[in-house]
């Protein structure tokens, strides 16, 4: 048999710059690239068989926000993973248009398998609402895709806080003779911050006037006051009980005093007392305490249920001490910075006087203050910071 000749090559080919051929080379390339990653019917042919979504179940985690979802994903040809896609519904299923965004868990590229969960902040997505007809649903997408949905039942966001709370609305009052305008609503602690919270947040009691966890702790510094808060503020978000745009801090000076005030414009937040006999029913002072702070809440509260915000032990404000500005201010912070911070509504050891809701007082931050004066605080709960 001949062998079969060689060919000559065409002239045009031969004349063709090497440039250009590896050019085709890489649009070659890339063309069956594109055709491998976005084609759906090549994708389909080598996938055939639907995800299954099995025993799906979503709940409200009781005391929280989080909601669990629970399932089963079923793929025997997609073993590398399927997506899935989480939409909830407060009206029953007719709009999904609840987003929900933060997730954590079985969620986007998932392994096909058993025991699948997700848990979702609801109060990131969806805060301060509540349904009675509240659906999860499942996408799970291999290209093509299918969906699974159930009924979460009732569920809310309006989750209390597990702290000792007043609602405080927002508003205006007379500060020393010029108004101040809170345009934020808040929550503040209905009592000074106890012993016993205090241990169980710092793990330590700086106080003197020991033996019963429901005294206010007191002999805290400014720093660990506000230590406790940014402790407080990490562990209730990781249980589910605010917002991870909420924050435990202490109060502004000009949220205090309208809190002690309550509304009222007189020295103290029931009235005025010139004989000296009606402030011992809703204070701890020198006249009435037996020389040592009092369980927290024993006397009677202001006209929004806060208990103690005279006397009883010192309060903490987050403001520097300094000259306050001339004219009406909005949601005052205090000055950029100085020596000392503001101190509220006096204690256990101190005349009446002290106790005038108007009355500031303020200590280094890394004061304790003393066996007569020991620093305490009370909490705010607000957005932001
Ligand atoms: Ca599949
Ligand atoms: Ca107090």
Redesign the pocket.
């Known amino acids: 048999m001949a062998l079969p000749q060689t060919p000559a090559l065409a002239p045009g080919r031969a004349a063709r710059p090497p440039r250009r051929r590896s050019a085709d080379i890489l649009v070659g390339v890339f063309l069956a690239w594109l055709l491998t990653a976005f084609l759906p019917s090549a994708h389909a042919q080598t996938n055939p068989v639907l995800p299954q979504i099995q025993n799906l179940v979503a709940a409200q985690r009781p005391g929280t926000f989080f909601v669990d979802v629970t399932y089963n994903l079923v793929d025997p040809d997609s073993p590398g993973g399927v997506y899935i896609l989480a939409e909830a519904s407060a009206d029953n299923g007719a709009n999904y248009g609840i987003s929900m965004r933060t997730l954590s868990g079985d969620v986007g590229l998932v392994t096909p398998g058993a025991g699948k969960k997700i848990v979702w902040n609801a109060w990131n997505d969806w805060a301060r609402n509540y349904t009675t007809n509240a659906r999860v649903r499942l996408i799970a997408d291999d290209f093509p895709s299918t969906v699974g949905s159930t009924n979460a039942g009732n569920f809310t966001t309006n989750v209390p806080p597990a702290t000792n709370l007043v609602w405080i609305p927002a508003g205006t009052f007379n500060m020393s003779g010029t108004y101040v305008w809170l345009t934020k609503s808040f929550w503040m602690g209905k009592f ?1 911050v106890t012993q016993g919270e205090y241990q169980n947040v710092m793990s330590n009691n700086p106080s003197a006037f020991t033996g019963n966890p429901n005294r ?1 702790v007191e002999q805290v510094t400014w720093t660990e006051a506000v230590q406790y808060c940014q402790t407080l503020t990490a562990r209730e978000r990781a249980a589910g009980r605010i917002g991870t745009n909420w924050t435990y801090r202490l109060p502004t000076s000009a949220e205090w005093e309208y809190a002690c005030r309550a509304g009222t414009t007189t020295t103290y937040c029931f009235g005025e007392d010139p004989y000296g006999n009606r402030l011992g029913f809703y ?1 701890w002072y020198n006249v009435n305490s037996g020389g040592q702070t009092q369980v927290v809440g024993s006397r009677a509260p202001n006209r929004w249920g806060l208990h ?8 903490w404000c987050q403001d520097w001490h300094g000259p306050r500005p001339s004219g009406n201010a909005t949601d005052p912070q205090g000055p950029a910075s100085g020596y000392s911070r503001i101190l ?4 256990w050891s101190r005349d009446a006087v002290y106790c005038a809701s108007a009355f500031s007082n303020n200590n280094d931050p890394s004061s304790r203050g003393d066996y007569y004066c020991g620093w ?1 605080f ?1 909490v705010v709960l607000a957005p932001g910071q």
Not at 308 to 315: A, L, P, R, T
Not at 344 to 347: V, Y
């Open positions: 000074e206010p204070a103690d915000m005279h006397g009883n032990v010192w309060e509220r509504g006096s204690s305490g009370r």
